[in-house]
């Protein structure tokens, strides 16, 4: 349920319904003093693809884009497609900020109106790790999902040994719903996932 800490804009409130279907509205989230987040700017290009850039080693540990991503180009291609899908009602993607710094990104993806649900997914720079700063950020999204976009189901996934993300989860309270055999190829090898949901009166009582 909505943390006393966490205010969002007035414009992302509702979903925009358009002929062609359902938009997210802009989305812009003061957590604390400290801790912000908002919407994806093609502005950011440059500041996430050095971010990305600066943390690849570490983020190709457990994600499968990164050679996929080389160049600023690259990144702005990637801030294009989310705000399209933005816009197409399929996702909305967030840039974190820590005092005023990009320091990751938290999205609610693959979003059915129909079905009313939509998963999570995050990452966060080495550097900021230990600051309860994902666990923060995905509570937004999940409030976000659940009080403004009326969903009913929110998951995450995450890759078996990646702890890090799986404390984040556990942290949350969602509900560990069973493993998906190898359901990612990561670069030379498939990965397995754990599966962990909420439901909107769970959190509701949370």
């Known amino acids: 349920m909505f943390s006393g800490q966490i205010e969002f804009s007035a414009d992302s409130r509702v979903p925009v319904r358009e002929s062609k279907g359902v938009a997210f509205v802009h989305l812009s989230c003061c957590i604390s003093e400290r801790l912000h987040l908002r919407s994806l ?4 290009t440059h500041p996430l693809f050095s971010l990305t850039d600066a943390n690849r080693e570490y983020l190709r540990q457990w994600l499968p884009w990164l050679d996929a991503n080389l160049h600023p180009e690259d990144t702005r291609a990637f801030i294009e497609r989310s705000i399209e899908n933005m816009q197409a009602g399929k996702e909305t993607v967030s840039a974190i ?4 710094t990009l320091v990751g990104l938290v999205g609610l993806h693959e979003v059915s109106w129909h079905h009313r649900s ?37 998951e995450i996934c995450c890759a078996v040994n990646n702890a890090r993300s799986e404390a984040v989860v556990k942290r949350l309270g969602l509900a560990y719903e069973g493993t998906l055999r190898e359901a990612e190829w990561l670069y030379d090898h498939f990965v397995d996932w754990k599966v962990y949901s909420m439901l909107a009166h769970e959190w509701a009582i949370c």
Request: aromatic residues 16%.
């Open 41 to 44: 700017k093609l502005e950011d």
């Open 97 to 100: 900020f820590y005092d005023r």
């Open 118 to 154: 939509g998963c999570v997914g995050y990452w966060l720079s080495a550097d900021y790790q230990g600051k309860g700063i994902m666990t923060r950020a995905c509570q937004s999204m999940l409030d976000y999902g659940f009080a403004t976009l009326k969903l009913n189901r929110i």
